[in-house]
């Protein structure tokens, strides 16, 4: 697992506590020799963590693609997808390629981005945030 700033640690945790509280399963996109484009690991989590420097190298739209492919594979109805904005990416490009893998966008928190596998969010108005 990769080290986290103490602020999106604090954030992060806020989130895990209003939108899955009773999340058993998580995975760290992160993590040291994870191929973030190419992993299939055979399991779905309840919440998928991709916070550090695997996003921040992607910026094509195809490799945007891939990834949201790389976490829909990993995912279950519910799961939650926690990821930091790559800096290149405009906000509705990364939106766009998630909905396209079945991922509503929540929210955001400074580059920090909230969204929910197979989840319609206009059901969701009165979450504010979270």
Same mark, same amino acid.
């Given at each position: ?7 999106? @640690?604090? !954030?992060?945790? @806020?989130?895990?506590?209003?939108? #899955?509280p009773?999340?058993?399963?998580? !995975? ?7 191929d973030?484009?190419t ?9 998928? !963590? #991709?916070? $550090? ?15 949201? %492919? ?9 799961? @939650?997808?926690?990821?930091r904005?790559?800096? %290149?990416v405009?906000?509705?490009?990364l ?8 991922? $509503?966008?929540?929210?955001?928190f $400074?580059?920090? %981005?909230?969204? $929910? ?10 979450d504010?945030?979270?």
């Amino acid at each position: 697992m990769i080290e986290l700033e103490p602020s999106d @640690q604090e !954030l992060i945790e @806020q989130i895990l506590s209003a939108r #899955c509280p009773d999340a058993t399963s998580f !995975l760290d996109l992160d993590a040291d020799d994870i191929d973030l484009i190419t992993v299939r690991l055979g399991d779905v989590y309840d919440v998928i !963590l #991709c916070v $550090g420097p695997a996003m921040a190298t992607l910026y094509s739209r195809d490799d945007l693609q891939t990834a949201f %492919r790389t976490f829909a594979a990993h995912a279950r109805i519910g799961t @939650q997808l926690i990821i930091r904005k790559p800096p %290149r990416v405009h906000q509705a490009v990364l939106e766009w390629r998630a909905r396209s893998a079945w991922f $509503g966008f929540f929210t955001s928190f $400074g580059e920090l %981005r909230v969204f $929910g596998y197979g989840i319609d969010m206009s059901d969701h108005a009165e979450d504010q945030g979270f």
